[in-house]
């Protein structure tokens, strides 16, 4: 994995990049912007609904300097 990866901005973004992950087996990796982790957790919680609806769920995340890298795995 990259030392550093661009951060996502834009939840459409987000959820393009759900979309375009073919490889189920494999996990899904997505870094999130702080700046769309609002307090309230709308924006985490249209990204997990896109999420759930590919059949993945969250596996844990590690933050970084201005972003998470956000894991993801197919559903057991």
């Known amino acids: 994995?990259?030392?550093h990866m661009k951060p996502i901005t834009r939840i459409d973004v987000?959820?393009?990049?759900i979309k375009a992950h073919s490889h189920k087996s494999e996990r899904l990796v997505l870094p999130?912007?702080?700046d769309l982790l609002d307090p309230m957790g709308i924006n985490m919680a249209m990204i997990t609904d896109s999420i759930l609806a590919q059949g993945l769920e969250p596996n844990g995340f590690i933050?970084?300097?201005g972003y998470r890298l956000y894991f993801y795995i197919e559903m057991k």
Not at 14 to 17: D, I, K, M
């Open 32 to 34: 999130i912007s702080d």
């Open 63 to 65: 933050q970084k300097d």
């Open 14 to 17: 987000a959820q393009q990049a």
């Open 1 to 3: 994995m990259p030392q």
